[in-house]
């Protein structure tokens, strides 16, 4: 049974840092892309960043870009999130996903994880 177990997220001031883990579980994830999303309150999911497993390439989103760096570490089966300069209009619960397919990563991806709630003092 795949698994994805995010960590890492908390309360932080408006400039402040955090990291998550995504750890996964259950499969083989050599073709598969990771991905980051998060869903402030009232509004919708949006996509944030993906990794590719296999050869570590990244896409993020602009809202994000030179600010959240992805990364992942195989040999732990773990996906990160670096999120820097952090702003108030990042505080959302934020999931982690992954399939085998960018495109249906973005839109219905395979495997969601439970989320884990960042917030952003101003």
């Known amino acids: 049974q795949v698994q994805l177990v995010e960590s890492g997220g908390g309360l932080v001031q408006h400039g402040g840092s955090l990291r998550l883990s995504c750890a996964a579980s259950?499969?083989?994830?050599?073709?598969?892309?990771v991905g980051w999303f998060r869903q402030a309150p009232g509004k919708e999911r949006e996509f944030v960043v993906r990794i590719s497993w296999s050869g570590g390439s990244t896409y993020y989103a602009d809202s994000v870009k030179g600010r959240f760096t992805i990364s992942r570490e195989i040999a732990k089966n773990t996906v990160y999130l670096q999120m820097n300069s952090l702003k108030p209009e990042d505080t959302a619960v934020y999931y982690c996903?992954?399939?085998?397919?960018?495109?249906?990563?973005?839109?219905?991806?395979?495997?969601w994880g439970q989320g884990t709630q960042v917030t952003v003092s101003s």
């Open positions: 259950g499969r083989s994830f050599s073709s598969y892309y």
């Open positions: 996903a992954a399939d085998n397919s960018p495109p249906r990563l973005r839109i219905n991806p395979g495997y």
